[in-house]
């Protein structure tokens, strides 16, 4: 079974620019986490999608933005790159059953996506 | 609002000595606690997930962890430590229909000596 899959792996930027990470969801995930992750900041949640929907929304500006299409498969887009978007940005999906609350989730993370802001 | 502490970014043992990561949580309601491994330039993999039911919670590569509710902690063990293990550990809280948003503490980084 293959894992979440997250492109591109590596990227560099200029501040004002705009960036796109994608997403590929484990086979029948239909849950798709974003997460930012910093030396300073940590680990912390930016959006997560499921059947196309926005379901929770962690604090970030309305630069971070993100889209889920009808394979599951997600993006993320960054607009008007600032230094400080620089960071490790990782996916994670998880399946979603009715029958267990959706807290319990084990989310299953993508390697990542590496972006550099210069 | 729930948050999550872990005691020392940096922990060092030496091979074959115990490991213990230290982590407490602050929920107003019973949460759901995870433990997450992350190796250099990878992702976040599972360790082991405490979702009410037993509070001695076994995962893989030999460790586990313990729920104290009257601590609010959720300590991660494991008996003899292996060079393999030097990663840093991340603790996690989530809660009721949270989904996919999961609360991280700081991390703590595990070096292992020979």
């Known amino acids: 079974k293959a894992g979440v899959t997250q492109t591109p792996r590596y990227l560099i930027k200029t501040r004002g620019q705009q960036v796109t990470l994608s997403c590929s969801p484990i086979s029948g995930h239909r849950s798709v986490s974003w997460y930012q992750q910093t030396p300073g900041q940590g680990l912390q949640f930016l959006f997560e999608?499921?059947?196309?929907?926005?379901?929770n929304k962690g604090n970030f500006p309305g630069r971070f933005s993100g889209r889920q299409f009808s394979n599951s498969r997600s993006e993320m887009n960054v607009s008007t790159l600032e230094l400080g978007d620089s960071a490790l940005y990782l996916c994670?999906?998880?399946?979603?059953?009715?029958?267990?609350?959706?807290?319990?989730?084990?989310?299953?993370f993508g390697a990542g996506s590496r972006l550099t802001v210069l | 609002a729930q948050s999550v502490t872990q005691l020392g970014s940096h922990v060092s043992v030496s091979e074959g000595a115990l490991v213990l990561l230290r982590c407490n949580y602050s929920?107003?309601?019973?949460?759901?606690l995870f433990w997450y491994v992350q190796y250099p330039n990878q992702g976040l993999q599972l360790l082991l997930k405490y979702t009410s039911a037993a509070t001695l919670v076994k995962g893989i590569n030999g460790f586990e962890a313990e729920f104290k509710k009257s601590e609010t902690s959720f300590h991660l063990t494991k008996p003899s430590a292996h060079m393999s293990d030097a990663a840093e550990y991340f603790c996690?809280?989530?809660?009721?229909?949270?989904?996919?948003?999961?609360?991280f503490g700081q991390g703590t980084e595990l070096s292992v000596k020979p």
């Open positions: 996690a809280v989530s809660g009721y229909n949270q989904g996919g948003k999961l609360i």
């Open positions: 994670a999906s998880s399946f979603y059953s009715r029958n267990m609350d959706s807290g319990a989730n084990v989310l299953t």
């Open positions: 999608y499921f059947s196309e929907t926005q379901r």
């Open positions: 929920s107003s309601v019973p949460p759901y």
